[in-house]
């Protein structure tokens, strides 16, 4: 099950950092903000790179963790500039396109996949975790505490 997670994570952050990249170059004269959207989506596409090489090397809770911050994210900015004519915020550029097309059902999905599996990820590390770590009855070296008959 872990190498599972570990691997559906990855793809779908290797889908969402491959469309980001792709697309980079059109989001370069997006208005608004001193932050460029083609700046904006370079930098998704290595984070997201990054944390998939990151839960494959590394498959720990806190991965896990990271991993799903990096999918979940880009699922709400990607839902919220599709639906919400934000403008733009700070430093960031007026990110709203309110068309669908096939890439960016590929990094929705990807990064779908991605933010469940990691969010899988990190329940099933914490419960391996709780496991294997010795209750309050118990110390590590010596195990469970027994009571002697009377």
Not at 26 to 36: E, K, L, Q, R
Not at 106 to 132: D, F, N, P, Q, W
Request: cysteine-free.
């Amino acid at each position: 099950m872990g190498v599972l997670l570990r691997v559906l994570v990855a793809a779908g952050l290797a889908a969402d950092a491959y469309v980001h990249w792709v697309f980079a170059s059109d989001m370069a004269f997006v208005d608004g903000g001193s932050v460029g959207g083609d700046v904006l989506f370079r930098v998704q596409a290595v984070v997201a790179a990054l944390a998939g090489i990151l839960v494959l090397v590394l498959a720990r809770r806190w991965t896990y963790a990271v991993a799903f911050l990096v999918a979940a994210s880009a699922v709400g900015a990607l839902l919220l500039y599709y639906s919400v004519d934000v403008g733009a915020i700070g430093p960031l550029p007026d990110m709203y396109e309110p068309v669908w097309y096939g890439e960016k059902t590929i990094s929705l999905v990807g990064e779908g996949i991605a933010a469940l599996a990691a969010l899988a990820g990190v329940l099933t590390a914490r419960r391996k975790r709780a496991e294997g770590t010795p209750g309050p009855s118990e110390s590590a070296s010596e195990g469970p505490v027994r009571q002697q008959p009377l």
